[in-house]
């Protein structure tokens, strides 16, 4: 058996035992910023949702955010806010570079493993590609952030966002995983990035 048969059948065998093993876990990188000292009383807030989010097809994405939201421990109040709050979401697929060709993008046999070939790619669900010789499955990247101003004076107060990237089908669920590595820690937030790996809940 080739090098190359042999790496893509290990490759195989391990995402098929993912597939069969415990929940899927969701690897946020993330990232938050807070001049908060604590959580503000009240710990209400205002979802100000921006022209392109006034489609009814965002509205699940809306839900996911206030869920996350309220497990951070702040209420929605859209007549008394203390906190204005802005959220953005973010599907791309990132194409990969071939490890197993000839010569990788970095020079050398099996140069490049896994690397990223060109920047961000196309919109929307769904793989682009498959597997095959020369054609990887992209990274499928889902990023989101949230924003929060202060009612009164309108600083911003709060800023934080997570990014995941994988190979499996995207799925909306996951932005409510991302929501919630975003919060990590709110109001006081780690310093600096960190990861923050949270389990996808199963799908009825």
Not at 42 to 69: G, H, K, V
Request: hydrophobic share 40%; with cysteine; glycine share 12%.
């Amino acid at each position: 058996m080739t090098r190359r048969w042999l790496a893509l059948l290990l490759l195989g065998t391990a995402l098929l035992a993912g597939c069969s093993t415990g929940p899927r876990i969701v690897e946020g990188q993330v990232q938050s910023f807070s001049t908060l000292a604590a959580l503000p009383a009240p710990a209400t807030y205002r979802l100000e949702r921006l022209p392109s989010q006034q489609l009814p097809s965002f509205a699940p994405i809306a839900a996911l955010a206030e869920q996350a939201l309220a497990r951070a421990g702040l209420t929605r109040d859209d007549a008394n806010p203390r906190l204005l709050v802005q959220i953005g979401v973010q599907a791309d697929a990132v194409p990969r570079a071939d490890p197993f060709a000839p010569y990788g993008p970095y020079g050398g046999p099996y140069g490049g493993l896994w690397g990223f070939g060109g920047g961000w790619h196309g919109r929307g669900w769904g793989l682009h590609g498959g597997w095959g010789f020369y054609a990887p499955t992209p990274l499928h990247r889902r990023a989101v952030s949230i924003t929060m101003r202060d009612a009164t004076s309108q600083t911003v107060v709060y800023e934080t966002s997570a990014v995941h990237e994988d190979v499996w089908v995207s799925d909306p669920a996951v932005y409510g995983v991302l929501f919630d590595a975003a919060l990590n820690g709110f109001p006081k937030p780690p310093p600096g990035g960190r990861e923050v790996r949270l389990p996808l809940p199963a799908q009825p």
